[in-house]
Each structure stands twice: as structure tokens, then as C-alpha cells.
DNA sequence: AGACGTTTGTGAAGCCATGCACAAAGCGAG
DNA sequence: CTCGCTTTGTGCATGGCTTCACAAACGTCT
């Protein structure tokens, strides 16, 4: 009785971070033609265990069907919910320079339901350039057209020391998800959700792993 | 009698992922001149617990001085031993299209010990271009120049259908650890790590966010 | 209709990471 | 030297995530 079929279940931390991978996958299984496919089918295109790949879809309600598998089609249509794509996203970056252009050029986010509507900059050599079919605004000007334009992400790409005050603007504009690119720690009030991907972070991550290979018994030829 | 002192234990990967947080910190500090530091201030700083940043580095050794905090200096070097950035690590980006070129010309990695010494693209209008003060090469030249080089770390900004087959090659040519930016899964032998970063993936997950947001009491000037 | 092989969905167990709480350790003042 | 204050390093508890393993469910074939 309490159990309200519209009810957003909990889902995971760790299987919404999966959630992307798997409908990915079955975007391209579905382009390729293919109808259906098992747990172990999909795990495997992924990479990860079969078993947690049915952990994280049980999540999302009990899609499949035994002995068969889960179909294509409905399985991609039922994480696009749950993830929130069927609606689209207007986006807004912050920070014209090297990685903001190759942000906004970037045609693999609009087949993801993202949009990107608005783009920002103070440096008056770029206000006013025409990115797309986007010009750069002044970013001072965010607080007065964010809201206006509905934005719903914000996407830092400018230097560390200006990404706090960028964050500020964007939030006191109405945005409450935010992706950093700049490498330092956002404080944000509340209910307000902050990606951050640093590069330079994972070099080091991998710089460890390979430092730990040394002395190890070379390249290997086994597959894994 | 097991205990051998130049054994590096073993550092759990959550740990490692936090590591460059705490050194980029720590040389912030360093920088404007702070001598010494709280376990306290520093994880105010990455924005974790402090409880969990003394765990962190009590993987490393003991560096700190009870009833003072850690000098930073030492604490950057030991952190920066740890991750194996006392020497410099040779990396190679392979895709010089709007990411790559962003990646070559970023100048954040050289000062974290990374040296781009080789840029591939297999564009004919690109090769040859210089970009810094590297030379794009032909990416069928990756065989035959990464392993002459020295190349130790793989950066593959390709579309994701080349992904796969540059990946192949890198591995072929010595390299061990490969951070991908293609919306692709990768096989490699064992011994090779790799990294992704999807940035669909991470505005994906923030708009899962996002929607649980909707009928949230509004915006909240409640700081965390 | 019934038996059989396949694959899902999920309890249970194991594992890892986080957070708590405190004894041990250092420093400075007296 | 001793006392008291501060902060580290860590044992332990807690919680979440992953993996295992299997009953339930489904299609198919006879
Ligand atoms: N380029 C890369 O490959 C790369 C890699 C890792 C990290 N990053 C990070 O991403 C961020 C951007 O990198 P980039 O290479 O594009 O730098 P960039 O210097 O090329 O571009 C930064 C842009 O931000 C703009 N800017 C500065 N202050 C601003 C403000 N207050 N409001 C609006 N715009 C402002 C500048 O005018 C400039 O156009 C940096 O924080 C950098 O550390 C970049
Ligand atoms: N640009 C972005 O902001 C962005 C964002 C997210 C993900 N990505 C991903 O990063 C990758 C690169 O993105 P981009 O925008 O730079 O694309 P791009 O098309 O601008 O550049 C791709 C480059 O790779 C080169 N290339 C193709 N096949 C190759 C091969 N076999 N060997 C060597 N080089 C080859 C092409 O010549 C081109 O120069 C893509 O996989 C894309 O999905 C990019």
C-alpha cells in the first residue's frame, strides 16, 4: 500500500555512476540492431560482473525477463528515466579558453540530451565570439541571464582562482549542479551538486601505478 | 623478519585518488609561506573528514608530530614520493583534434612532473603541426618512436572507434598506463592500467541529481 | 501438459572504506 | 622535571558496496 509505483527508489551512489556505461551500450547495441541481451552479454561490453550489473538494475525495477534477458530497447528507455535524460538539460560553461572551446565544440553531448545554451567569459577578446550557434557573454552578465534561460548545469572551465566566485554567481543564479574542470575544492551551500574532474589528478593516480610496476615481470602477454 | 622497511605497503586505491588532492593543497600552502599544518586545516581545505585524511597518510609513514600537525614541506615530499613524482613521467597524447590540442597546450601538467614529448594524430593536415614545442607525428609512427622515447603514460583523445586500435598500438610500444577520453571500454593485457574520463558521463549523473531535486524546497541559503 | 535448460532477481556473506573515540606522544609553561 | 594542553595515529564499530550462489520465473521442445 505504501508502495507507490512513482516513488523514486534510493538507487546507489555507485550505480548511478554506472548507469551512463550500461545505456552507452545499449544505445549502440540498439544501433547496431540488436533486440536483446543478457547480464552477462552487457556486463561484459562494460566491464564489470554480471551480478552487479543485476544488482544495479534491480534498482531501477525488475526489467527483464528470466531465461531470456533484458530487451534493448526498454532496458535503454528505463535508465534514460531514471537518470532524467528524457527532458533536456540546458547547459552553460564558464570559461572560453582552451577547454572551453573544445567543451562547446563538442557534438556528443547534445545526443545525450544536453544542450548547451549559454557561454561565458570576461575577457573582451572573446565576448561576442560566435562558438557554434552560442556567443560568449560577458560573465558578469550571468546572474542576470542564467535564471532567465533556465540553466540547470554549470560547467567551470575557467582558471582555479576564479572558480569559486564563477561558482557563487552560477548558484546564486539558480543552478544546482555544477561540473569543475578548475583544480580547486567549490564551496557550495546545500543541495547544490558539484562534479569535479581534474586531470592532472588522474596522471598522478596513474603515475602511481605505474611507479608500483617497476621490477615487475614485463608487458605480459596474458590477457586479462 | 617480513618487515621489510623499503616494502611499500599496500595504499588502498580510495587513498590514492585523494593523495594529489592533499599535495596540490600542500603546495598552495607552501607557496604563501604556511610552515605547518593541522591534520584539521588541511582536510577543512580537500574538503574531507580529518579522521580520514590521518588514516590517509598513515599509509604513507608517520610524518606528523603529535600535539602540532605536520610540516609541509616534508608532508609534499613524502606525498610526492608516494606517487611516484620524484622522477618525471614521459606522456604521449594521441588524438590531436579540440581535446587534444587543449591537453598539449595546458600548462598544468608540467609543473606536477609530466612531459609531453610526443603528440600522434593520423590527420595528414595535422602532422607536422607544432604544437608547443612538439611535433604532431603520424600515428602509425607510435611503434616504432613511444618505446624509443620512453613513453610511460598513453593519453588517447580520439574518436572512440580508433580508441581500441591506438590503445593496442600504445600497449605494443611499452606503455603501462593509458588515461582514455573516448566513451569507449578498452582491453588491455594484464599489468596495463587504465583510466577513463567521460564527461557525458559526469553531466549524466549530475542530472540524475538534478531531477531528485525537483520539488525540493527551493534554492536554500543553508551553507554546509 | 510437463520436463528441461537458461537467466533473472535477490538474500546472505565478505570486503572495503568511512567515522568515532581515545591512548600515546610531543611541546611549552611553570 | 612535571603538568597540562594539543594533536596524531589507530583499534573498533558502522555502513555501503561487491560478489556469491540459488530459488523463482520464463521459453521451448517434446
Ligand atoms: N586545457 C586543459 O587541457 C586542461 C587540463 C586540465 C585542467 N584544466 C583546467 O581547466 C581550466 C581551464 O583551462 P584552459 O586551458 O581552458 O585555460 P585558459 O587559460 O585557456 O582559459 C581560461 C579562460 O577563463 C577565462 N576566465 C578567467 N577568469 C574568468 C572569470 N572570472 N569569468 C569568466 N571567465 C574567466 C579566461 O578569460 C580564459 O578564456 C583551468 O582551471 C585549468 O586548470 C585544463
Ligand atoms: N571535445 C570535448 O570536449 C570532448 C568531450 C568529451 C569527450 N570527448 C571525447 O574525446 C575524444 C576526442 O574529442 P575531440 O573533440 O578532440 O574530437 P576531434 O574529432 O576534434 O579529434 C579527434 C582527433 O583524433 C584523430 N584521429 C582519429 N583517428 C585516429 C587514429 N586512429 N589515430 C590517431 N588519431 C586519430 C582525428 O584526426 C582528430 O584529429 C572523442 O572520443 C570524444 O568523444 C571530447
Redesign the interface.
Known sequence: MSADPTL?RE?PDAT??R???Y???LTMLAEAGVASVSSEELAA???VRSAQLRKDLSHLGSYGVRGVGYEVETLALEITR????T?D?P?AIVGMG??G???A??S??VT???HIVALFDDDPALIGEQVGDVTIRPSWDIEGCARELGI??GVIATPAPAAQTVCDAL?KS?V????NFA?S?L?????V?V?R?????????????????VG?PS??????
Open positions: 523514486r538507487i548511478v555512476a548507469l551512463p556505461e545505456l552507452r551500450t561490453s562494460v566491464g531514471a537518470l532524467g535524460l527532458q538539460w547547459v582552451n577547454l572551446h573544445a567543451l565544440s563538442y556528443g553531448f545525450k540530451g544536453f540547470a548545469i548558484v539558480g544546482h549542479a555544477i561540473l583544480p575544492v564551496t557550495v551551500p546545500a543541495g551538486e562534479r574532474v581534474d586531470l592532472s589528478t588522474e596522471l598522478q593516480i596513474l603515475a602511481f601505478h605505474a611507479q608500483r610496476r615487475l608487458p605480459a602477454v596474458v590477457q586479462r
